[in-house]
């Protein structure tokens, strides 16, 4: 078999097997039927070594 016809029966391979992955996710019904839920953009107030920032940053260990 050529090089060329290898080529051609791979991509009539990549085009099938794409439109059935596309067909099979139109027939399905989505899982949830409720919206996701938005996202939190907050950053965390996290320092390197996990400790949380926002209670004023002192610790007993620091005495």
């Given at each position: ?15 099938v097997a ?15 039927d409720e ?22 940053g002192g ?5």
């Open positions: 078999m050529s090089t060329p016809a290898r080529l051609a029966a791979f991509a009539v391979g990549l085009v794409f439109g059935a992955a596309w067909g099979v996710g139109d027939a399905v019904v989505p899982i949830l919206p996701a839920p938005a996202q939190d953009h907050r950053q965390d107030q996290r320092n390197d070594d996990g400790h949380d920032e926002s209670d004023g610790t007993e260990h620091d005495q």
